[in-house]
């Protein structure tokens, strides 16, 4: 079956604009979750959905991230005034409910001149 | 705070040794540990997990290894291939933080034919 998609897989974007990221998670899978990936790091975690509402944000670093899952399937993380330093792989992982094993897409690779 | 860290950053070895790959983590609360493999431009992908209940399980050439005493995990790839190649991560959960997981820098296993 269809794993975790991510769109798009690479956004150039300059210092000062917005920028949205897509996840597309596994048919079915309850929870969202997303991570940030810098070179040579592990993922560090960002913001937990169960369903349609965050269930936990303790990771979005300020105020300029925000994402959404309307409707308790796509999921959209919004940057806005992008910094160099939020150039990073974003990663999106879904899993059946809260705690399950997680499956990642493939992640986007933001790059801010 | 919390952390989980690897012993060693790179890891070479010959195809068809076993590998150990070491990690060392902070949380005693910790319920639940996982492996993630990580090959260049894709997500990480679920290897084994581990729950905080247990000292050992096994999977197809992979074992982990879990010592609460000394809060260290390890990951034991038997019989390694050159498709073994890859970085390698561990992770920790805490139910009572849902899904959250809070993921080590990495090993980077290199298997020379």
């Known amino acids: 079956g269809a794993g975790v998609s991510q769109t798009p897989s690479n956004k150039v974007t300059e210092k000062g604009k917005y920028v949205e990221l897509r996840c597309d998670p596994i048919?079915?899978?309850?929870?969202l979750y997303w991570y940030r990936q810098s070179l040579g790091q592990g993922p560090e975690f960002l913001i937990y959905?169960?369903?349609?509402?965050?269930?936990?944000d303790s990771g979005l670093p300020n105020d300029r991230f925000f994402a959404v899952r309307p409707e308790g399937s796509v999921s959209t993380l919004k940057i806005q005034r992008t910094e160099r330093g939020d150039s990073a792989v974003y990663l999106c992982?879904?899993?059946?409910?809260?705690?399950?094993?997680?499956?990642f897409g493939p992640g986007t690779r933001l790059t801010v001149l | 705070g919390e952390s989980v860290g690897l012993h060693l950053p790179t890891l070479s070895v010959q195809e068809g040794d076993n590998s150990i790959i070491n990690c060392a983590y902070s949380?005693?609360?910790?319920?639940?540990f996982i492996w993630y493999k990580q090959e260049s431009g894709k997500g990480p992908q679920f290897i084994i997990d581990?729950?905080?209940?247990?000292d050992k399980r096994q999977g197809q050439r992979v074992t982990v290894l879990l010592n609460k005493t000394v809060k260290h995990l390890s990951l034991q790839i038997a019989a390694t291939q050159p498709g073994d190649s890859a970085v390698y991560f561990c992770?920790?959960?805490?139910?009572?933080?849902?899904?959250?997981?809070?993921f080590g820098q990495g090993t980077e296993l290199s298997v020379k034919p």
């Open positions: 992770a920790e959960n805490n139910y009572n933080q849902g899904g959250k997981l809070i």
């Open positions: 992982a879904s899993s059946l409910a809260g705690g399950n094993e997680q499956f």
């Open positions: 048919s079915g899978h309850t929870a």
């Open positions: 959905f169960q369903g349609t509402g965050a269930a936990d």
């Open positions: 581990i729950r905080s209940n247990m």
């Open positions: 949380n005693s609360a910790s319920d639940y």
